[in-house]
């Protein structure tokens, strides 16, 4: 079997298609950045990083991962349940998590802006996850260019949003209404998808919702916990960082962290989208899948090593220059990072394939097994400064590397599954 990449092939063209969105989207971000942070100081950042990891919280529960299993039944008809059975948890995300939030409030009335936040976080939460419902209902009806143009109006307008609340000296909130009114526009391609989508026959619906929710019934009780692991080891490295360090730092850390995803951003998303319709409409006809995932990981690893070799040397001098001086604390900490990055890059996107394959559960507990290293590193990360004597920078590169293995590690033993399972089945 040829394991050269045919640039040609379906697959290219379709990532192709999904990347041109996503890299106008963050051109535009990459061209206002440089402008943005510099009408934002580190703690704005860093105080804004920790509601977004709020959201993503939420946004894992939001239609309890459901929507991930839209592009894998045979019918179009078995999908639009999936579809709608999401919405319906989405809507009980949301107001479950604006009573919750309300209840709270009312407890700590001293707090001005807490109802503020709580309401745009629900907001954020629940437009998030309606786009990718939307998303994966695209990416099942191959309307890549849906995705795309959703992608690009939603950068175009959070960032417009966020040079011209920074113009006016909001700060944390002008972040906040920014992102909200992004996720808004972003959303309003799905929005007239679902209008489409709900024109189809609703005889029985009830019903034939239950038995797809059985029958995806792994998605919640696999993916679902797989993904609030993740989530939640974000919002706790954020507190780590916060309390044992300072907000100012954890905003350096995060907008490290963001610059760092772009590759996968641009790329890896598209990529794995479009991995993730071949993959599973050629696992569900027991075609060989090894192969074309090869393929993906050698040309992803290819992608990924000059920008983040370049990120690895000069990460300091380069943020500084771009995005302030004052963002140089930044630049350091992407630098060692970056080995990271680049191993998470090939990793997240290839993601998909336990699912399609049926290893959720095993990948389940490689996920807990780097989750409590990972965690453990930032809860000891005073005690690594004084015990190794090193700074804050000689803890994150530790934790690069460690991360650096771990992911690869995860990765190679991927391939060599799927490798077994094609054998098996051939």
């Known amino acids: ?42 703690e704005d950042f860093g105080e804004f990083g920790i509601i977004m990891r709020i959201v993503a919280f939420l946004a894992v529960i939001g239609a309890a991962r459901y929507e991930h299993a839209i592009p894998l039944p045979k019918k179009n008809e078995h999908a639009f349940h999936i579809y709608r059975l999401s919405l319906r948890i989405l809507m009980w995300t949301v107001g479950l998590t604006l009573l919750a939030g309300g209840i709270f409030w009312l407890f700590k009335s001293e707090s001005n802006n807490l109802l503020f936040y709580i309401v745009t976080i629900s907001a954020i939460t629940g437009f998030t996850v309606f786009i990718s419902i939307g998303r994966h209902w695209a990416i099942r009806m191959k309307w890549f260019k849906n995705i795309s143009i959703s992608t690009l109006i939603a950068s175009a307008t959070t960032n417009t949003a966020k040079l011209l609340a920074g113009i006016a000296g909001l700060g944390v909130i002008g972040l906040v209404i920014s992102t909200l009114l992004g996720v808004i526009v972003g959303s309003l391609v799905f929005v007239f998808d679902a209008f489409g989508i709900y024109k189809r026959n609703n005889k029985k619906s009830k019903l034939r919702r239950a038995v797809v929710a059985r029958q995806y019934r792994e998605f919640p009780k696999v993916n679902l916990p797989h993904s609030l692991i993740d989530a939640s080891r974000e919002l706790i490295i954020a507190f780590f960082l916060t309390l044992y360090l300072s907000t100012s730092l954890f905003g350096s850390y995060d907008h490290s962290f963001r610059m760092l995803k772009i590759p996968l951003l641009l790329i890896g998303v598209a990529v794995g989208q479009v991995l993730y319709n071949k993959i599973s409409a050629d696992f569900a006809q027991k075609k060989v899948i090894y192969p074309l995932l090869k393929r993906s990981v050698i040309l992803l690893t290819l992608i990924g090593i000059i920008p983040f070799t370049v990120i690895y040397i000069w990460g300091a001098p380069i943020f500084a220059f771009v995005f302030g001086e004052e963002w140089r604390l930044s630049g350091q900490i992407a630098a060692v990072l970056s080995p990271w990055l680049m191993a998470n890059f090939v990793a997240s996107s290839i993601s998909m394939v336990p699912a399609i394959i049926g290893k959720l559960k095993w990948f389940f507990w490689i996920g807990i097994v780097t989750t409590i290293m990972q965690l453990s590193f930032f809860a000891m990360f005073p005690e690594l400064m004084e015990i190794l004597r090193i700074t804050e920078i000689g803890v994150f590169e530790i934790i690069s590397w460690i991360m650096f293995v771990l992911f690869w590690g995860s990765t190679i033993w991927l391939l060599r599954i799927v490798k077994g399972l094609d054998h098996s089945n051939g």
């Open 1 to 42: 079997m040829r394991s050269k990449i045919n640039l040609k092939s379906e697959l290219i063209k379709s990532a192709i298609v999904l990347s041109s969105g996503t890299v106008l989207a963050q051109a535009i971000s990459y061209l206002l950045t440089p402008f943005i942070t510099r009408l934002y100081s580190p």
